[in-house]
């Protein structure tokens, strides 16, 4: 399995970035609806279709990316493992943990939009608004600099 991995590293990369690409384009603008949702008021029209768009954002385009980063990047490992001794690998993985547990925060809040349990201002969603993109532009660097 290891040689027909090395075999098809590029195609397996290539998988990897696009859906990289796909799930942060989710996670930078799921905390945006998120910012006009907060705004709206409960039971409105405006209200009604943002949880449509967060509920479809989530389920078709941002977890299903993320699931796909995750088996394509597990595979990349599984093809090259001497990156599990690159330090520049270990900080990429723990910034890669935050990215999940920021994912898994943004899919608590759609529930609770989707409940009219929200309690967070759109100030707070634009704060968070920045979490995934600091930890994207972190990750990018490690990858691709490879600094230590």
Not at 116 to 132: K, Q
Request: aromatic share 12%; charged share 15%.
């Amino acid at each position: 399995m290891t040689d027909f991995l090395a075999a098809h590293y590029p195609w397996i990369k290539a998988l990897h970035v696009i859906s990289v690409i796909a799930w942060m384009a989710g996670m930078l603008y799921l905390p945006r609806l998120y910012v006009y949702h907060a705004s709206a008021a409960r039971g409105s029209e405006t209200s009604e279709t943002l949880k449509v768009m967060e509920r479809r954002l989530l389920k078709a385009i941002v977890t299903p990316a993320m699931v796909a980063t995750l088996a394509f990047g597990l595979l990349m490992l599984w093809a090259n493992p001497g990156l599990l001794s690159d330090g520049w690998f270990h900080g990429k993985i723990l910034l890669l943990v935050g990215l999940f547990a920021l994912h898994g925060l943004f899919a608590r809040w759609r529930k609770d939009f989707a409940a009219d349990r929200n309690v967070r201002s759109a100030g707070f969603y634009r704060l968070i608004n920045e979490g995934p993109t600091l930890l994207m532009v972190g990750i990018v660097l490690l990858a691709v600099a490879k600094p230590f």
